[in-house]
T-cell receptor, first 115, second 116 residues
Framework: GAGVSQTPSNKVTEKGKYVELRCDPISGHTALYWYRQSLGQGPEFLIYFQGTGAADDSGLPNDRFFAVRPEGSVSTLKIQRTERGDSAVYLC?????????????FGPGTRLTVT | GDSVTQMEGPVTLSEEAFLTINCTYTATGYPSLFWYVQYPGEGLQLLLKATKADDKGSNKGFEATYRKETTSFHLEKGSVQVSDSAVYFCALSDRAGGTSYGKLTFGQGTILTVHP
């Protein structure tokens, strides 16, 4: 079946602009995660949804970042007043129970560049 | 808080050499442990996992054993191939494997290059 998809694959925006990044999880996966990966680093957790609600948003760096998942499937990560430090690859993952535990399946990411 | 430390890279090996990438972790409770791999131009893929102490995860000739006494989960492969060239990430989940969902905490990644 189809994996996790993310759009756009690349986004270039100017400092101060607003951007939206979209994630389509694997069908039937109720858990959805957003991570941010800076160059040369491992992914860092941003937010986790269980169904429609944000169960853990402790990784969001500040109030410019917001995410929604209104129907429990597609999620959108929204960044207001973008800054150059927001440049990174934003990864989405969805999760299901496999064998002995839950596994997260990652999308290809959206590379965000703020100029 | 939880953290994962990987050996610094990059690691360069000849084909058929033995590979070890060290990973140690700090966590409260009983985390699950994972190795993810990112091949050039591709997304993160789960390579192997272990959900409790002394479990051994294995896949594609790679192995890692969950060592609670040394808080380690070192990745090994007996004979690497050129196609193993990738970035490898060690990670932990803040929930035991069978209980609930958990966010992943990743190490910084280790770049592996294998030459023919």
């Amino acid at each position: 079946g189809a994996g996790v998809s993310q759009t756009p694959s690349n986004k270039v925006t100017e400092k101060g602009k607003y951007v939206e990044l979209r994630c389509d999880p694997i069908s039937g996966h109720t858990a959805l995660y957003w991570y941010r990966q800076s160059l040369g680093q491992g992914p860092e957790f941003l937010i986790y949804f269980q169904g429609t609600g944000a169960a853990d948003d402790s990784g969001l760096p500040n109030d410019r970042f917001f995410a929604v998942r209104p129907e429990g499937s597609v999620s959108t990560l929204k960044i207001q007043r973008t800054e150059r430090g927001d440049s990174a690859v934003y990864l989405c993952a969805s999760s299901s129970f496999v064998g002995t535990g839950y596994e997260q399946y990652f999308g290809p990411g959206t590379r965000l560049t703020v100029t | 808080g939880d953290s994962v430390t990987q050996m610094e890279g990059p690691v360069t090996l000849s084909e058929e050499a033995f590979l070890t990438i060290n990973c140690t972790y700090t966590a409260t409770g009983y985390p699950s442990l994972f190795w993810y791999v990112q091949y050039p131009g591709e997304g993160l893929q789960l390579l192997l996992k272990a959900t409790k102490a002394d479990d051994k995860g294995s896949n594609k000739g790679f192995e890692a054993t969950y060592r609670k006494e040394t808080t380690s989960f070192h990745l090994e492969k007996g004979s690497v191939q050129v196609s193993d060239s990738a970035v490898y990430f060690c990670a932990l989940s803040d929930r035991a494997g069978g209980t609930s969902y958990g966010k992943l905490t990743f190490g910084q990644g280790t770049i592996l290059t294998v030459h023919p």
